[in-house]
């Protein structure tokens, strides 16, 4: 089979020279296997670094038989520049597989992805079955999003990143998924198809710094919410529905007050009342607002990533001379 392999890369010159060496080892070996044709190749795309990674890629495309290189005109963050790399070598080859670029995941189940391909999968996720080499609160960040998405009514499979092989006509599928807003690991399991996952250990990130602060992963873990579920807003409602009923208790506690004579100033419960609601409604208004802002985002259809160069690899460069 045909596999293009495709790696975003960020600033990431610190892990590029080790990257590259290990997956064309990877290549050669599968390739000697027969696992992998002669036109496979390892797309590194550049998401508008600002180092020395595309003149890093530009070099190991000269170099290696195995590298190509797709050089995005501006930083468009990790998921648009996946999708950049995904859409760009879909069509000539069989599969493709995505990986980060400092291979915290496991390069060794490649070949086990590739063997679930031929067993007539679509899709392969890769899912770590051990997170001891992140720091704990990574873990739990992590556990907790993992969590918060399936109580929000998101499919997403649990513990997988964007380590996955998808079939050609999957990514073509990708395509037709026009929202701007990428959440690619709660996307792909709307496909459909044939799906299985293999299992590996993740590892620490070999240098340079991780590219998703608590900031992004944050917004990440938003977006992937408000992306996929409209839980938020009814979950509104609710709280709304709650409040009217205790502020009918309250009334009818006050009601009675008054009138056995007690009648006490009111001041604090009023204090109380006001700020309460006022909390509830900037809340709902908040949510309100961030459907809105996506809305916004969405109707404008702007494209998702612009291609500067591409650069073949070798093996695929020969056929096409
Ligand atoms: N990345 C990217 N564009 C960005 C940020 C990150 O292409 O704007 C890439 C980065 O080079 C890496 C992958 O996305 O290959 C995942 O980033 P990182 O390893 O820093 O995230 P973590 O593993 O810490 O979640
Ligand atoms: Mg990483």
Same mark, same amino acid.
């Given at each position: 089979m045909k596999l293009a392999l495709v790696v975003p890369c960020y600033n990431e010159e610190e892990v590029l020279e080790d990257t590259t060496k290990q997956l064309c080892e990877l290549f050669d070996q599968l390739h000697k296997k027969g696992?992998?044709?002669?036109e496979s190749y390892i797309l590194f795309v550049?998401?508008? $670094?600002? *180092?020395q990674t595309w003149n890093l890629i530009s070099k190991f495309n000269e170099q290696e038989k195995w590298v190509a290189g797709l050089n995005l005109a501006a930083n468009v963050g990790h998921q648009n520049a996946l999708y950049a790399g995904l859409m760009t070598a879909?069509?000539?080859?069989d599969a493709t597989i995505s990986i980060d670029? *400092?291979?915290?995941?496991?390069?060794?189940v490649i070949e086990n992805m590739i063997d679930e391909f031929n067993k007539g999968n679509d899709i392969v996720y890769g899912v770590?079955?051990?997170?001891? $080499?992140?720091s704990f609160f990574k873990r739990f960040t992590a556990q907790s999003f993992y969590k918060l998405m399936t109580v929000m009514g998101v499919k997403s499979v649990y513990?997988?990143?964007?380590f996955r092989l998808m079939s050609a006509r999957a990514v073509e599928q990708l395509?037709?998924?026009?929202?701007?807003?990428?959440?690619l690991r709660g996307m792909v399991?709307?496909?459909?198809?044939n799906t299985s996952c293999v299992y590996y250990a993740r590892k620490e990130?070999?240098?340079?710094? $991780?590219?998703?602060?608590l900031k992004k992963m944050l917004s990440f873990a938003f977006d992937g919410i408000t992306s996929f579920s409209v839980k938020p807003i009814t979950m509104i409602s609710w709280i709304g529905i709650l409040v009217v009923f205790i502020s009918i208790c309250a009334m009818i506690y006050t009601l009675i007050g008054h009138f056995l004579g007690n009648?006490? $100033?009111g001041w604090s419960s009023l204090m109380i009342s006001i700020w309460f609601l006022g909390g509830v409604q900037l809340l709902s208004i908040g949510v309100i607002g961030q459907y809105i802002g996506k809305t916004y985002v969405e109707v404008?259809?702007?494209?998702?990533y612009n291609i500067d160069v591409l650069l073949e690899s070798k093996s695929v460069g020969k056929e096409n001379d």
């Amino acid at each position: 089979m045909k596999l293009a392999l495709v790696v975003p890369c960020y600033n990431e010159e610190e892990v590029l020279e080790d990257t590259t060496k290990q997956l064309c080892e990877l290549f050669d070996q599968l390739h000697k296997k027969g696992k992998i044709d002669e036109e496979s190749y390892i797309l590194f795309v550049n998401d508008g $670094s600002k *180092d020395q990674t595309w003149n890093l890629i530009s070099k190991f495309n000269e170099q290696e038989k195995w590298v190509a290189g797709l050089n995005l005109a501006a930083n468009v963050g990790h998921q648009n520049a996946l999708y950049a790399g995904l859409m760009t070598a879909y069509k000539n080859v069989d599969a493709t597989i995505s990986i980060d670029a *400092d291979l915290q995941d496991d390069i060794n189940v490649i070949e086990n992805m590739i063997d679930e391909f031929n067993k007539g999968n679509d899709i392969v996720y890769g899912v770590r079955n051990d997170r001891t $080499s992140d720091s704990f609160f990574k873990r739990f960040t992590a556990q907790s999003f993992y969590k918060l998405m399936t109580v929000m009514g998101v499919k997403s499979v649990y513990n997988h990143a964007d380590f996955r092989l998808m079939s050609a006509r999957a990514v073509e599928q990708l395509g037709n998924y026009k929202e701007r807003n990428l959440f690619l690991r709660g996307m792909v399991p709307l496909i459909g198809y044939n799906t299985s996952c293999v299992y590996y250990a993740r590892k620490e990130r070999m240098a340079g710094e $991780s590219k998703y602060p608590l900031k992004k992963m944050l917004s990440f873990a938003f977006d992937g919410i408000t992306s996929f579920s409209v839980k938020p807003i009814t979950m509104i409602s609710w709280i709304g529905i709650l409040v009217v009923f205790i502020s009918i208790c309250a009334m009818i506690y006050t009601l009675i007050g008054h009138f056995l004579g007690n009648t006490v $100033s009111g001041w604090s419960s009023l204090m109380i009342s006001i700020w309460f609601l006022g909390g509830v409604q900037l809340l709902s208004i908040g949510v309100i607002g961030q459907y809105i802002g996506k809305t916004y985002v969405e109707v404008k259809e702007r494209p998702r990533y612009n291609i500067d160069v591409l650069l073949e690899s070798k093996s695929v460069g020969k056929e096409n001379d």
